[in-house]
């Protein structure tokens, strides 16, 4: 078998050949798992290949891969790798990150891509690149091998997506009702129900989930301040970490009071429990802590907070508020929450959401409009916003929700139901039963601890994150739905926020900036924001021709700074920056690159996109 020794970030691998796996990539994504020449389907889509072992019928692997790789519907068919002491499988994805020496020209630099057929596909900087193996390229392990040994090239690291992380340590939850909760992964229907939803109007969980090749960390803490939990309930009763009721001033909650019961469900949609019983909450294996008993009260408000902040909570769900402009949120509840969000977890903050509200007013509930909350709105199966879900410009977010088909969630057992739209059904809007310690659910009561679920997942990757670069990631991550022109030019919206909450990009991104440091928020950033600051600039004429990427038109030249800032930080890019005026006010148009070709230009879009960075091909020409 061949062995190979490549870099993997600061570490090298010895790699081997796989015995029994090959990659599979077909043309049109035709499902090649169904095909005679499979003996087993692994894994459907690793690094953008099909997992599979071959029906060898006397070949080696090496003659019956050539075999599959002369089929006209196979467009790649590559060897599995595993690393000497893993037995990850590994598989290359046909990229190469090379860094050449730093006195290398970019001339040399192609010639050096021509000597083993590889194409170009992104340029990082002066000396650093991404290109990606053709049909006439050896190998993308041999290429870097053999690139390694040359005297231009400092270092060359393949790309390579491992697989057995998430395929034998991801038990996907069996949970009964799971097929049920369209919010973690919406199919397009409802299972036991003639109703269509569309299809990926959902958080992306589960895609979560298979990223990070878990549920979730055990070490994460989720409070739910609320009242009416059932710590008897199958998905909540295994959880339970230092729960506390402000009313009885003890850890003994009460129950069974028809009147509260809203805590159940909306704990079981953040940390429901992967059982095989019911539901399945976003971040299954969190810790719940229960904190009963919501009050408007100044000192019961600081006692709620300080109890999670002194009892290691890492996030509050709040899924209640109020938008009587009687009870507005005075400085000793504003300074309870900011102290949560700031002081908690050790310093980093804890991190605090609340819901907005289902009053349909172009206003949040006042405490969602804290400036350290994560306020968050409400989506529905079909991706646009709920109607009933507040809006306003404190709005962080939105996360799926009813107002189209509802959410399944926990029911507590005293729980007597709501009636729907004739009275008959109280727990089933269409009257079907799912069990019954279960029921329908929504509101931003339900969007809020799904969101709250999500933190939970983020810090399990990354949990020396802050409070407010996890709200800033959630932004920057989230997907833009309904009508462009619901955005402004930060590409806020006063009912979506800054878009529905993604949790595979959020817990991808929490990953990268654990690889990266926790870089998030940068000097100019908060020099900026504090009103003050000396900056070194380098600015140069650019010509009114090439191609580029538009993020945004501003009207503040301190936005402009953060975002030049951000850019050039993060894509390697020159940022162009267009000065004009529009209604008598200077507007600035921020580009980023300033490309020959257009198709180099797409290629920057593409992997802005995959980083929650949305923006438009931009034709220098027009903006002169």
């Known amino acids: 078998m061949g062995k190979y020794t490549i870099h993997s970030g600061k570490s090298v691998l010895n790699l081997k050949k796989s015995r029994k796996f090959v990659g599979i990539k077909t043309k049109k994504n035709k499902d090649f798992s169904k095909s005679n020449d499979v003996k087993k389907s692994v894994y459907k889509n690793l690094g953008g290949f099909q997992i599979v072992e071959l029906n060898k019928d006397g070949e080696s692997l090496d003659q019956k891969l050539d075999d599959v790789r002369r089929r006209r519907d196979v467009e790649v068919g590559t060897h599995v790798y595993v690393a000497d002491g893993s037995k990850r499988p590994l598989i290359p994805t046909g990229e190469i990150y090379i860094v050449f020496q730093s006195n290398t020209n970019e001339e040399e630099q192609l010639l050096a891509l021509d000597e083993f057929k590889l194409e170009l596909i992104e340029r990082r900087a002066s000396n650093k690149i991404i290109a990606k193996v053709t049909k006439n390229s050896p190998n993308p392990i041999k290429v870097a091998n053999l690139m390694e040994k040359a005297s231009l090239v400092k270092m060359a690291e393949p790309d390579m997506d491992a697989l057995l992380d998430h395929y034998a340590d991801l038990i996907m939850p069996d949970d009964a009702l799971l097929d049920?909760?369209?919010?973690?992964?919406?199919?397009?229907?409802?299972?036991?129900?003639?109703?269509?939803?569309?299809?990926?109007?959902?958080?992306?969980?589960?895609?979560?989930?298979?990223?990070?090749?878990?549920?979730?960390?055990?070490?994460?803490?989720?409070?739910?301040?609320?009242?009416?939990?059932?710590?008897?309930?199958?998905?909540?009763?295994?959880?339970?970490?230092?729960?506390?009721?402000?009313?009885?001033?003890?850890?003994?909650?009460?129950?069974?009071?028809?009147?509260?019961?809203?805590?159940?469900?909306?704990?079981?949609?953040?940390?429901?429990?992967?059982?095989?019983?019911?539901?399945?909450?976003?971040?299954?294996?969190?810790?719940?802590?229960?904190?009963?008993?919501?009050?408007?009260?100044?000192?019961?408000?600081?006692?709620?907070?300080?109890?999670?902040?002194?009892?290691?909570?890492?996030?509050?769900?709040?899924?209640?508020?109020?938008?009587?402009?009687?009870?507005?949120?005075?400085?000793?509840?504003?300074?309870?929450?900011?102290?949560?969000?700031?002081?908690?977890?050790?310093?980093?903050?804890?991190i605090v959401l609340y819901a907005v509200g289902n009053d349909d007013l172009d206003y949040v509930s006042f405490y969602s409009a804290h400036p350290d909350v994560i306020a968050v709105a409400a989506s529905t199966s079909q991706d646009v916003h709920a109607t009933y879900s507040n809006r306003g410009r404190e709005v962080t977010l939105c996360a799926p929700s009813n107002g189209d088909w509802p959410i399944t969630a926990a029911r507590a057992w005293w729980d007597e139901g709501v009636s729907w739209e004739t009275g008959e059904y109280r727990y089933w809007r269409d009257g079907q039963s799912r069990g019954d310690k279960y029921k329908h659910f929504g509101g931003t009561s339900s969007s809020c601890p799904l969101v709250a679920g999500i933190c939970a997942l983020v810090l399990s990757v990354n949990p020396e994150l802050t409070a407010k670069q996890v709200k800033e990631l959630l932004c920057r991550t989230a997907d833009k739905i309904g009508s462009p022109a619901d955005y402004d030019s930060n590409g806020h919206s006063r009912k979506y926020g800054h878009g529905r909450v993604n949790a595979a990009r959020a817990v991808q991104e929490a990953m990268r900036l654990k690889d990266a440091g926790n870089v998030v928020t940068s000097e100019v950033e908060e020099h900026v924001g504090s009103g003050r600051g000396l900056f070194r600039f380098n600015v140069e004429r650019q010509v009114s021709k090439g191609w580029g990427i538009q993020i945004g038109a501003f009207a503040e030249y301190g936005n402009v700074l953060i975002q030049a800032e951000k850019l050039q930080r993060t894509f390697s890019a020159p940022v162009v920056v267009n000065i004009n005026e529009l209604n008598g006010k200077t507007v600035y148009k921020v580009v980023v690159g300033a490309f020959s070709a257009k198709t180099e230009a797409k290629k920057l879009q593409g992997h802005m996109k995959e980083l929650g960075v949305n923006g438009f091909l931009r034709n220098l020409k027009d903006l002169a």
């Not at 199919?187 to 958080?203: E, I, M, Y």
């Not at 079981?268 to 904190?291: K, Q």
């Not at 109890?307 to 938008?323: E, Q």
Request: proline share 4%.
């Open 180 to 350: 049920h909760e369209w919010h973690l992964r919406n199919s397009g229907f409802v299972v036991d129900f003639d109703k269509r939803l569309k299809k990926g109007a959902d958080a992306k969980v589960i895609d979560a989930w298979e990223k990070i090749g878990s549920l979730g960390s055990r070490e994460i803490v989720v409070a739910v301040i609320d009242n009416g939990f059932d710590l008897t309930h199958p998905d909540l009763k295994d959880k339970v970490y230092k729960p506390y009721d402000l009313w009885t001033q003890s850890s003994n909650l009460e129950q069974g009071d028809p009147r509260f019961t809203h805590g159940t469900p909306c704990a079981s949609v953040a940390v429901g429990a992967s059982n095989g019983y019911g539901i399945t909450g976003a971040a299954p294996n969190a810790r719940f802590m229960p904190v009963s008993g919501t009050s408007f009260s100044a000192r019961a408000t600081e006692e709620m907070f300080d109890y999670c902040i002194n009892n290691g909570a890492d996030i509050i769900s709040c899924s209640w508020g109020t938008t009587d402009s009687a009870f507005t949120l005075n400085p000793l509840k504003e300074e309870a929450i900011a102290k949560a969000a700031r002081e908690g977890r050790n310093g980093k903050g804890c």
